[in-house]
Nanobody
Framework: HVQLVESGGGSVQTGGSLRLSCAVTGVTTSTYCMGWFRQIPDREREGVAVIDSEDYTSYADSVEGRFTISKDNAKKILYLQMNSLKPEDTAMYYC????????????????????WGQGTQVTVS
């Protein structure tokens, strides 16, 4: 049974930092492509950052240089370090995983990912 559980969201002022975590069960994180996505009401979900089994990463242009994705395969946790947060980063953030993706440019499109968490809210004011 695959389960992804996000944590670490909250409210922060502009310019602040947060670190999101995604605890994973039922998935071998070392062999999966995993990522963070975000969505605000009435908008499509967008890819924020993804990392594949060989640690290739992709970032949305809007977060490049501010956000860093990483994972601890031993603990089976995916992280998203978010620095220099802006009000436009306010969204529900979701963790996702898929076994069949990877390569030098892992995809940011949400339709590629089959397993999803319930989300954690990030609010920047």
């Amino acid at each position: 049974h695959v389960q992804l559980v996000e944590s670490g969201g909250g409210s922060v002022q502009t310019g602040g930092s947060l670190r999101l975590s995604c605890a994973v069960t039922g998935v071998t994180t070392s062999t999966y492509c995993m990522g963070w996505f975000r969505q605000i009401p009435d908008r499509e979900r967008e890819g924020v950052a993804v990392i594949d089994s060989e640690d290739y990463t992709s970032y949305a242009d809007s977060v490049e240089g501010r956000f860093t994705i990483s994972k601890d395969n031993a603990k089976k946790i995916l992280y998203l370090q978010m620095n220099s947060l802006k009000p436009e980063d306010t969204a529900m953030y979701y963790c996702a995983a898929d076994p069949g993706l990877g390569g030098p440019d892992p995809p940011l499109g949400d339709h590629w990912y089959n397993y999803w968490g319930q989300g954690t809210q990030v609010t920047v004011s």
